[in-house]
C-alpha cells in the first residue's frame, strides 16, 4: 500500500462549482500535512497547510481527519485559473522526509 | 531574490555519460533536497540535506551523489546514466526542516536518457 493516495482524477468542474479532493495516508504517526498545487510542467508550489483543527484561506478550505487517516481539499466557486493537479504531502512517520502523493487533476471548463 | 535555480533546463544523455544538475537558492536555506518526478509515481526524494556539508539519502538514491560544500548549492550527479533515470528533477529548499516549513522548488530539469 501506498502511503500516500489519492485519486489521479481528472475532475471536470464548471466555473463556481465547489469541488472537494481527499487523500489518505497510511502511517499514523505522521504530524505535517500540506496541499501543494502544480501546474502543467512547471514546479510545486505550497498552496497551504493543513492543521489539526482545519484551516481556510479564501475560497481553500483543508480538513484533517486523524482517526480515519486522510486530509481534504475543498474548493469553493471554482475559477478557471484553478486548473492544475493538488498534491497531497505527508511527513512520513516521526521523520523529516515529505511523501508526495501522485496528485489529483483538476480541470475547471466555462 | 532569485529564489531556487536549476540549471540545464533540459538535457539528453546517452547511456552510460555522467553528468552533474545544478541547484542554487539565495535564500540562506539551510535544508535542500533533490526529487525525481515520474508519472503516476509522485515525487520521490532522491537525497537531502540540511546543513552545508551534511548529506544524507532519500527514497530512491542509487546513482547519484550529492554533496554541500557551501549553503548556496546543491548540486546532483548521476554517475554512470541509466533509461531509468530519465525523469524531471526538481531541487527544493526550505529554511526550518522540510516536515516545518514552506519547501521553495526550482523550475526542474528534464533530463532523457537514451
Known amino acids: 500500500r501506498k502511503e500516500v493516495e489519492q485519486d489521479p482524477g481528472p475532475f471536470n468542474v464548471p466555473e463556481g462549482a465547489t469541488v472537494a479532493f481527499n487523500c489518505t495516508y497510511s502511517?499514523?504517526?505522521?504530524?505535517?500535512f500540506f496541499w501543494y498545487r502544480q501546474d502543467c510542467r512547471k514546479e510545486p508550489k505550497l498552496l497551504m497547510s493543513?492543521?489539526?483543527s482545519g484551516n481556510e484561506d479564501g475560497r481553500f478550505t483543508a480538513q484533517l481527519n486523524r482517526a480515519s487517516q486522510y486530509i481534504s481539499l475543498l474548493i469553493r466557486d471554482s475559477k478557471l485559473s484553478d486548473s492544475a493537479t493538488y498534491l497531497c504531502v505527508v511527513n512520513s512517520g516521526n521523520t523529516d522526509k515529505l511523501i508526495f502523493g501522485t496528485g489529483t487533476r483538476l480541470q475547471v471548463f466555462p | 531574490n532569485a529564489g531556487v535555480t536549476q540549471t540545464p533546463k533540459f538535457q539528453v544523455l546517452k547511456t552510460g555519460q555522467s553528468m552533474t544538475l545544478q541547484c542554487a537558492q539565495d535564500m540562506n536555506h539551510e535544508y535542500m533536497s533533490w526529487y525525481r518526478q515520474d508519472p503516476g509515481m509522485g515525487l520521490r526524494l532522491i537525497h537531502y540535506?540540511?546543513?552545508?556539508?551534511?548529506?544524507d539519502q532519500g527514497e530512491v538514491p542509487n546513482g547519484y551523489n550529492v554533496s554541500r560544500s557551501t549553503t548556496e548549492d546543491f548540486p546532483l550527479r548521476l554517475l554512470s546514466a541509466a533509461p531509468s533515470q530519465t525523469s524531471v528533477y526538481f531541487c527544493?529548499?526550505?529554511?526550518?526542516?522540510?516536515?516545518?516549513?514552506?519547501?521553495?522548488f526550482g523550475p526542474g530539469t528534464r533530463l532523457t536518457v537514451l
Open positions: 540535506s540540511v546543513g552545508a556539508g551534511i548529506t
Open positions: 502511517n499514523s504517526a505522521s504530524q505535517s
Open positions: 527544493a529548499s526550505s529554511y526550518q526542516p522540510h516536515s516545518e516549513d514552506t519547501q521553495y
Open positions: 493543513v492543521y489539526s
